[in-house]
């Protein structure tokens, strides 16, 4: 069987590229005759089993024109598609030439989100009328093309329970669908441990690809402010955002160190001086209540205890006793301070213990291994039942 994987990124620097040549390695490495497109708008080219396919397209009006109209016409006409068995599509958004182009192949798509709702929470925070404007066509889009688009697929994988949910309801034809949640290569992420909790300061660490609204640094920052107790707090922010428009934030200055984005031997030499990491506090302004994102899988991996405020399947499979995370209330309540720094200081009593017993839950929860294995029998059934 082969099998070709397409990830559009029209309007962007490649953000999960890592994670596709973790996948395409995998691949490889189970003898998967599997092929991936990154469609984008800075190269062209091939290494190994990824190709990159370059939109070109000097003025931005025309890129988004392709973007919201006719996204899945631009992959027909670049891409032999024929000599596929099937097409797994990274979902970005429905469009009209979406309902031809399902028709048209054996096309499975994967959900990371519930695109209408982001979509319709990102107008509110768009940063420019221009912005806006362009959210809306896509929220109108999505509304008018998503049902007949999936309609035609012959699969649906979803990362969380919910968004599989959310898409079998509006579905009537009873597609295929499975729940597969994000993995991580944990062998190729460091086991920095973290350090004891001396009661005196609590360094933190959140990592963001960006400080989106859901990452809930808000929220961090209103807790913080209403902390009136002893014990120092200093948030390590890592990773690509706005400084000057976080710094706006009340209480910014005072609790945060920012770093930005750092080389992965840098990162590990920080990983290693915290107390405890930060997931996701503020999924509710994505109208959301499940996830599985990467930076608590690498959390699990490096074995870092975390704080987070949503459901995550892969961390039911923890016995009583041995949560090394502490789970907050998904709502925008603050969030009590006491009881991280008493959490801190439980996992302090065993640090090197609980980082071992954390590595090897990653490993036998959130491999990588796994997780494509479920992908490919899904895949299998989906193109003989079709």
Not at 36 to 49: A, P
Not at 53 to 77: A, E, G, Q, T
Not at 134 to 151: G, H, I, N, T, W
Not at 343 to 371: C, H, T, W
Request: aromatic share 12%; glycine share 6%; hydrophobic share 40%.
């Amino acid at each position: 069987m082969k099998l070709a994987y397409i990830y559009l990124d029209f309007m962007g620097p490649v953000g999960p590229e890592k994670k596709l040549q973790e996948r395409a390695s995998i691949a490889k490495n189970h003898n998967v005759n599997m092929d991936f497109f990154i469609f984008n708008q800075y190269k062209d080219g091939r290494i190994g089993n990824i190709n990159y396919v370059k939109i070109n397209s000097k003025i931005p009006f025309l890129l988004n024109c392709i973007m919201l109209f006719k996204k899945y016409s631009v992959v027909d006409r670049k891409i032999d598609l024929a000599k596929y068995d099937c097409v797994i599509l990274r979902y970005w958004f429905a469009d009209k030439s979406g309902v031809s182009f399902t028709k048209k192949y054996k096309v499975i798509t994967e959900h990371h989100t519930h695109t209408y709702n982001e979509t319709l929470e990102g107008i509110k925070s768009a940063h420019s009328l221009f912005v806006q404007i362009v959210r809306l066509v896509k929220l109108f889009l999505e509304k008018q093309y998503a049902v007949p688009m999936l309609a035609n697929c012959i699969g649906i994988v979803a990362r969380t329970d919910e968004i599989r949910y959310g898409i079998s309801s509006l579905l009537k034809n009873g597609v295929p669908s499975i729940t597969i949640s994000n993995g991580a290569n944990v062998d190729e992420i460091k086991k920095t441990g973290f350090s004891p909790f001396d009661g005196k300061t609590l360094n933190m660490v959140l990592a963001v690809s960006s400080v989106y609204p859901w990452v809930g640094l808000e929220r961090l920052l209103v807790s913080l402010n209403a902390y009136c107790g002893d014990v120092k707090i200093v948030l390590h922010l890592v990773g690509s955002f706005n400084k000057k428009k976080i710094l706006k934030l009340k209480g910014a200055k005072k609790f945060i160190r920012f770093y930005g984005i750092m080389s992965h031997a840098d990162l590990d030499d920080i990983m290693e001086k915290m107390n405890l990491a930060v997931g996701s506090l503020a999924l509710y302004k994505n109208r959301m209540s499940e996830a599985c994102t990467l930076k608590v899988r690498g959390y699990l991996a490096r074995g870092i205890p975390f704080i987070l405020a949503y459901k995550d399947t892969d961390l039911q499979n923890i016995a009583e006793g041995q949560k090394y995370w502490l789970v907050f209330r998904n709502d925008d309540t603050p969030l009590d301070i006491e009881e991280i720094l008493k959490f801190a200081q439980s996992v302090s009593k065993y640090p090197k213990r609980i980082s071992e017993e954390m590595r090897e839950y990653a490993r036998k929860n959130v491999g990588l291994d796994s997780k494509f294995g479920q992908l490919l029998n899904f895949i299998e059934k989906c193109v003989q039942n079709d």
